[in-house]
């Protein structure tokens, strides 16, 4: 007897005072969901469509809860996906550790599971979305050893990418970065009170020369990489924002600490439409070609690619949002409505960066080239913009 009162003080400890237990029909449910914003698709070059959006999870008890299973239903029920193993593994994280992947989440912490659904055919993304989570409480509470909940219910943007241009012009242009993977997808960053991602969506361009090349020169230096200081330029007909052309250049692999206001170099936004922003940021010192209330139109100069702000080497940092911002808003998906697919370079290892460096040429593998319409560059496509 002493040894269930103990329990029970316990988990009371845990969930806040409790008079008396819970009534009929409710029950303890560990983690807390919620859909940080409307999940949104878009089109890649692959050819398939991805609703992409974070599932909070907070863990309401003092204790560690393991998180056996995530899987998503329709508005009707229909099952879309389940995550388990080391597939759910590789998309859940601490919220304040987006780099380590994790099945547990501590007492009273957040975790974010980062949701990519693919569909074959547009017509198959659902118009609402529902959750149904799996868990395992810590041993010893009065509670189920497997806790199953439906929640973090939310309404499809099935609205559509937002269409725009290229933002460079010319051949060999590489998507080093882009949704879903690398650091933009899991940037959640708490910004005046409130939880943003604008880098949702985000590419980092680098590019290569006629050779395949991405350095000819030192590699230490900005010149020395084929790119550098090649032309940026309007992706649609727009209105300048903000026009920002004060921060020096960093050294290629050699960076120095900035701040948050220094973080996106020199930079420049554009309103494209309502709530739709687009942002360039690095941009090369001394290159910003436009001023705030300039109206622009699609291929007009923004500036050039630099390595400003927060930046290991020279690329350009591409974003579309809702808000004027880099930081504060969320990022939108968007499609480029015409380029030419290359092919893809192999995943950047520590021996693929090594042999770039020295300038020899990318390795490409040119399956799947061909044109491309209303479709978003991926990770490491090569793509040629007209």
């Not at 316990?10 to 919620?34: D, E, F, H, K």
């Not at 559509?160 to 690398?182: E, F, K, M, T």
């Not at 960076?255 to 206001?261: D, F, S």
């Not at 139109?297 to 940092?317: E, F, K, Q, W, Y």
């Amino acid at each position: 007897m002493r040894k269930w009162l103990v329990l029970l003080v316990a988990l009371c400890g845990l969930i806040g005072p409790v008079a008396q237990s819970p009534a009929v029909g409710q029950r303890y449910t560990p983690i807390v969901m919620s859909v940080t914003s409307g999940p949104q698709w878009f089109k890649g070059t692959d050819g398939s469509y991805s609703l992409v959006y974070e599932l909070r999870l907070t863990n309401g008890f003092g204790t560690p809860v393991k998180i056996s299973s995530i899987g998503v239903r329709d508005g009707d029920g229909k099952p879309l996906v389940r995550l388990a193993g080391t597939r759910l593994r590789r998309s859940l994280t601490l919220l304040a550790d987006p780099t380590k992947p994790t099945l547990e989440v501590p007492g009273s912490t957040v975790a974010v599971a980062w949701m990519q659904l693919r569909f074959a055919h547009r017509s198959e993304i659902p118009s609402r979305i529902e959750h149904v989570l799996t868990v395992r409480p810590s041993p010893g509470l009065p509670v189920p050893r497997s806790i199953a909940d439906v929640g973090g219910r939310a309404k499809v943007d099935l609205a559509g990418p937002v269409v725009i241009g290229p933002p460079l012009v010319g051949d060999n242009w590489v998507a080093v970065g882009s949704c879903c993977d690398g650091p933009h997808r899991r940037a959640l960053q708490p910004v005046n009170g409130r939880l943003f991602l604008g880098q949702r969506f985000a590419v980092d361009w680098n590019g290569m020369d006629a050779e395949d090349r991405f350095v000819n020169g030192d590699p230490d230096t900005n010149a020395g990489w084929t790119f550098y200081g090649k032309p940026v330029v309007a992706v649609a007909d727009a209105t300048v924002v903000e026009a920002v052309d004060r921060f020096p250049e960093q050294v290629p692999n050699d960076a120095r600490p900035v701040t948050l206001q220094e973080a996106d170099g020199n930079y420049v936004i554009l309103k494209i439409g309502p709530h739709q922003f687009v942002g360039y940021a690095h941009l090369q010192h001394g290159s910003v070609a436009v001023r705030a209330g300039q109206h622009v139109r699609r291929g007009d100069p923004v500036g050039a690619l630099g390595n400003s702000g927060s930046s290991t080497g020279p690329h350009l940092h591409f974003q579309v949002m809702d808000a004027p911002s880099l930081v504060a808003a969320n990022g939108l998906p968007f499609v480029i409505d015409r380029f030419t697919e290359v092919g893809t370079i192999p995943p950047l290892s520590a021996a693929l960066a090594r042999r770039l460096a020295r300038g020899l040429p990318a390795p490409i593998d040119r399956h799947g080239a061909g044109p491309q319409v209303d479709a978003l560059p991926l990770g490491r496509d090569v793509v040629d913009f007209p």
